[in-house]
């Protein structure tokens, strides 16, 4: 008997009509009714997917660098809205795809596979997992980001403090199929060395003075999800074999006696030190680094990107103005020169401080000028002069490739996140002149 080929279906939590049943004669089906697609076998020859949507569904992105060659149909209803070329094309990035209309007509195979890179983020996707702009650095760690986000392996994350490392260990969380289970936080160095193990591992109650209820310990609280370790390599010693050991058996064993528990955690640690620096004088464990060190992402600091202080500034500056209730600001132009020419020692970090403190101090002014950042040359090191570059925003459609739309206007183009109820152009123009 000649076997059939394999045919996964991804109904995204829409009916399928039985229509399984009638392909069972040509195809060997697996149906996957989720909202959220699933990863197919490894032996399928086709995808079918319920396609509903104006544009593919987040849950779909991850999934990508594990399927990105493998042919994919797409079934729409008859009353599915229709498609833009817009849409067309971001669904088309997906590899090799074919349309068809959900009914009983069998699937026909042939498509042979295209190898495509990961689509894009639309706009929206980016800034939810708090991505703005792509400068060549960062697409590069967005786009091996995304491939350990498609796996379980555990990351490493390094680079300067304020460089955005844990923004990317929550971007792989959210990319990952255990998106929605928990993320979990912990900064190693803010916890006393005598009680590291007590926070990650748990205790039970009697384990030791004021243990007075059992305590599950961060490992347990990111159970099914992602346990994020910053500044990992201030770890201590005793901490880090146990640590080895967690990673080796997925299992902990709390303070004070009683079983061990198996715990299924994605683990993403990170450090601004030099890791194997610490291997070689003694003070991190060998063994250890090389478990940790299985997909490593090195942070970029933020003079190592200029081109993306412009887009990060106007994005803290709505961002913070909402926060505190004030006017929606702008940046007059003048000042995105002055922004990339500074070192910032402090990374990201210390630009989203930076763009507050002018905020709040500009009080009703909706444009922040020069003068509003002037503090910041009070903090250059002796002898240091900056070396400004004029910098042109961008043509929308230029624009687009390094920042994600939403970030800006309605238009693309300007300055300012109108709010709802409209915005005065006469003061704004007023106040520019």
Same mark, same amino acid.
């Given at each position: 008997?000649? =076997?059939?080929? #394999?045919?996964?279906?991804?109904?995204? $939590? *829409? /009916?399928?009509? !039985?229509? +399984?049943? @009638?392909?069972? %004669?040509?195809?060997?089906?697996?149906?996957?009714?989720?909202?959220?697609?699933?990863?197919?076998?490894?032996?399928?020859?086709?995808?079918?997917?319920?396609?509903?949507?104006?544009?593919?569904?987040?849950?779909?992105?991850?999934?990508?660098?594990?399927?990105?060659?493998?042919?994919?149909?797409?079934?729409?209803?008859?009353?599915?809205?229709?498609?833009?070329?817009?849409?067309?094309?971001?669904?088309?990035?997906?590899?090799?795809?074919?349309?068809?209309?959900?009914?009983?007509?069998?699937?026909?195979?042939?498509?042979?596979?295209?190898?495509?890179?990961?689509?894009?983020?639309?706009?929206?996707?980016?800034?939810?997992?708090?991505?703005?702009?792509?400068?060549?650095?960062?697409?590069?760690?967005?786009?091996?980001?995304?491939?350990? =986000?498609?796996? #379980?392996?555990?990351?490493?994350?390094? $680079? *300067? /403090?304020?460089? !955005?490392? +844990?923004? @990317?260990?929550? %971007?792989?969380?959210?990319?990952?199929?255990?998106?929605?289970?928990?993320?979990?936080?912990?900064?190693?160095?803010?916890?006393?060395?005598?009680?590291?193990?007590?926070?990650?591992?748990?205790?039970?109650?009697?384990?030791?003075?004021?243990?007075?209820?059992?305590?599950?310990?961060?490992?347990?609280?990111?159970?099914?999800?992602?346990?994020?370790?910053?500044?990992?390599?201030?770890?201590?010693?005793?901490?880090?074999?146990?640590?080895?050991?967690?990673?080796?058996?997925?299992?902990?064993?709390?303070?004070?006696?009683?079983?061990?528990?198996?715990?299924?955690?994605?683990?993403?640690?990170?450090?601004?030190?030099?890791?194997?620096?610490?291997?070689?004088?003694?003070?991190?464990?060998?063994?250890?680094?090389?478990?940790?060190?299985?997909?490593?992402?090195?942070?970029?600091?933020?003079?190592?990107?200029?081109?993306?202080?412009?887009?990060?500034?106007?994005?803290?500056?709505?961002?913070?103005?909402?926060?505190?209730?004030?006017?929606?600001?702008?940046?007059?132009?003048?000042?995105?020169?002055?922004?990339?020419?500074?070192?910032?020692?402090?990374?990201?970090?210390?630009?989203?401080?930076?763009?507050?403190?002018?905020?709040?101090?500009?009080?009703?002014?909706?444009?922040?000028?020069?003068?509003?950042?002037?503090?910041?040359?009070?903090?250059?090191?002796?002898?240091?002069?900056?070396?400004?570059?004029?910098?042109?925003?961008?043509?929308?459609?230029?624009?687009?490739?390094?920042?994600?739309?939403?970030?800006?206007?309605?238009?693309?183009?300007?300055?300012?996140?109108?709010?709802?109820?409209?915005?005065?152009?006469?003061?704004?123009?007023?106040?520019?002149?």
């Amino acid at each position: 008997m000649t =076997a059939l080929n #394999r045919l996964h279906w991804s109904t995204l $939590g *829409e /009916s399928s009509e !039985g229509l +399984e049943n @009638i392909w069972a %004669a040509a195809w060997e089906i697996s149906v996957d009714r989720g909202a959220s697609p699933a990863l197919p076998p490894r032996n399928t020859d086709l995808w079918v997917i319920s396609a509903s949507g104006l544009e593919p569904p987040a849950a779909l992105l991850r999934l990508l660098c594990e399927v990105g060659a493998l042919p994919i149909l797409l079934l729409r209803s008859q009353a599915a809205p229709p498609l833009s070329p817009e849409d067309l094309a971001a669904w088309g990035r997906l590899g090799s795809v074919r349309w068809g209309l959900l009914n009983a007509e069998v699937p026909q195979g042939g498509l042979r596979p295209l190898t495509t890179g990961p689509i894009p983020f639309t706009a929206t996707q980016a800034l939810a997992l708090g991505l703005v702009g792509f400068s060549p650095a960062m697409a590069a760690v967005v786009a091996r980001a995304r491939a350990a =986000a498609a796996t #379980r392996a555990t990351v490493l994350l390094s $680079g *300067e /403090s304020g460089s !955005g490392k +844990e923004v @990317i260990a929550r %971007a792989i969380h959210r990319l990952s199929e255990d998106g929605e289970q928990p993320f979990v936080a912990v900064h190693c160095g803010a916890i006393p060395e005598n009680l590291v193990e007590s926070e990650l591992f748990g205790y039970n109650k009697g384990a030791f003075t004021d243990a007075r209820k059992d305590t599950p310990g961060k490992f347990r609280e990111a159970n099914g999800g992602t346990l994020f370790l910053d500044e990992v390599g201030t770890m201590p010693l005793l901490a880090q074999v146990r640590l080895l050991r967690v990673i080796q058996e997925r299992e902990v064993q709390p303070l004070g006696g009683g079983p061990p528990v198996k715990v299924d955690v994605r683990l993403v640690v990170a450090t601004n030190s030099d890791l194997w620096g610490k291997v070689q004088d003694g003070s991190f464990r060998e063994d250890l680094f090389y478990r940790l060190d299985v997909v490593p992402i090195h942070m970029p600091p933020l003079r190592e990107r200029r081109e993306e202080v412009p887009f990060l500034a106007q994005h803290f500056l709505n961002r913070k103005a909402r926060e505190h209730g004030l006017y929606p600001k702008a940046l007059h132009p003048s000042v995105d020169p002055l922004l990339m020419a500074m070192p910032w020692p402090g990374n990201v970090r210390q630009l989203e401080n930076a763009i507050e403190r002018a905020v709040i101090l500009a009080g009703s002014r909706p444009v922040l000028t020069r003068q509003d950042f002037t503090f910041l040359m009070d903090r250059l090191p002796e002898g240091e002069v900056l070396v400004e570059e004029p910098f042109q925003r961008a043509a929308p459609d230029a624009q687009a490739e390094m920042l994600p739309s939403g970030t800006l206007g309605s238009e693309g183009a300007g300055y300012l996140d109108i709010p709802p109820d409209g915005l005065d152009l006469n003061h704004v123009v007023s106040e520019v002149e």
